[in-house]
Nanobody, 125 residues
Framework: QVQLAESGGGSVEVGGALRLSCVIADYDFKSYCLSWFRQAPGKEREGVASVRSDGSATYAESVKGRFSISEDKANHTLYLQMNNLNPGDTAMYYC???????????????????WGRGTQVTISS
């Protein structure tokens, strides 16, 4: 059973930085999309950043130039480096992965079927 486990969330001040990690287990790393989503209180979940098996990446407009997605393929870990954080970045952040089924929440041209439980990021002004 595919498992995704996020870590690295916390509370930082405006302008600060955090790096989120997501360890992925029992996943078939062929032709995949790995992504970060976030959901703020009272808002719908939105895609933040995505990386494909071909190395291409997609970012939401709101985080371009501030966030960077990367992966450690050897250790099956996905990262999200977040810099210059602002209160609008406060949300629960989720790691997600695509599947061969082609169903699930879409972002970056992929449907995301597998999800982690999330890690909270809070930015204080």
């Amino acid at each position: 059973q595919v498992q995704l486990a996020e870590s690295g969330g916390g509370s930082v001040e405006v302008g600060g930085a955090l790096r989120l990690s997501c360890v992925i287990a029992d996943y078939d790393f062929k032709s995949y999309c790995l992504s970060w989503f976030r959901q703020a209180p009272g808002k719908e979940r939105e895609g933040v950043a995505s990386v494909r098996s071909d190395g291409s990446a997609t970012y939401a407009e709101s985080v371009k130039g501030r966030f960077s997605i990367s992966e450690d393929k050897a250790n099956h870990t996905l990262y999200l480096q977040m810099n210059n954080l602002n209160p609008g970045d406060t949300a629960m952040y989720y790691c997600a992965a695509s599947s061969a089924y082609g169903v699930g929440e879409r972002f970056g041209g992929c449907a995301h079927f597998y999800w982690g439980r999330g890690t909270q990021v809070t930015i204080s002004s």
